[in-house]
């Protein structure tokens, strides 16, 4: 199969029943996908397909052939700064352990995208999702207002 993963075409040979999180770090050797509960529960291995955010421990790898996948480690930019969702995690403390970040930070990535100013109950509503068993969320929710701001900043506006 071939796929584009974080802007670069990848190949990999892979059984039917093998998962895309399987493929992701095991094939492709991108560990930054975290398998928590293996169900599509936790949310840890949330990854972008398409810009959109999938469970990858519930997408079998061949149906993705030919598509786009964004891992944890392709929301960096080019020159590897961080992107303003993994700024604001990171300054608003919003992670402990960072077992459930990556699938956050992938998930956050979409929310704003789909909608660069959300409410409270917005935010919430977008992160229901994940789970986190460290944080109690607050710091998580600060986050992502943080980085609609820092969005919003860099593309010239206000939030």
């Given amino acids: ?32 996908t ?4 293996e169900h599509g529960v936790c949310g840890c291995c949330t990854v972008l ?6 469970r990858s421990c519930l997408t079998f790898a061949v149906t993705v052939d030919g598509r786009e996948i964004t891992t944890v480690e392709g ?6 700064e961080l992107s303003p969702v993994q700024r604001a995690f990171t300054e608003c403390h919003a992670l402990q352990c960072g077992f459930c970040t ?3 930070l992938c998930t956050v990535t979409a929310l704003l995208r789909d909608n ?4 409270e109950d917005e935010v919430l509503e977008g992160i229901s999702g994940n ?10 929710v600060k986050a992502v207002h943080r980085a609609a ?7 010239g506006g206000a939030a």
Avoid: K, W
């Fill in 75 to 80: 929301l960096a930019g080019p020159g590897g």
């Fill in 49 to 54: 397909l398409d810009g959109e955010p999938v």
């Fill in 131 to 140: 789970l986190c068993r460290c944080t109690g969320y607050q710091n998580i």
């Fill in 149 to 155: 701001e820092l969005t919003a900043e860099a593309e």
């Fill in 102 to 104: 990556p699938g956050f």
């Fill in 34 to 37: 975290h398998v928590g509960c």
């Fill in 1 to 32: 199969m071939s796929l584009t993963v974080n802007g670069t075409v990848r190949e990999a040979t892979v059984p039917a029943r093998r998962l895309l999180s399987d493929c992701l770090r095991h094939e492709l050797g991108l560990t930054g």
């Fill in 116 to 119: 660069p100013a959300p409410t």
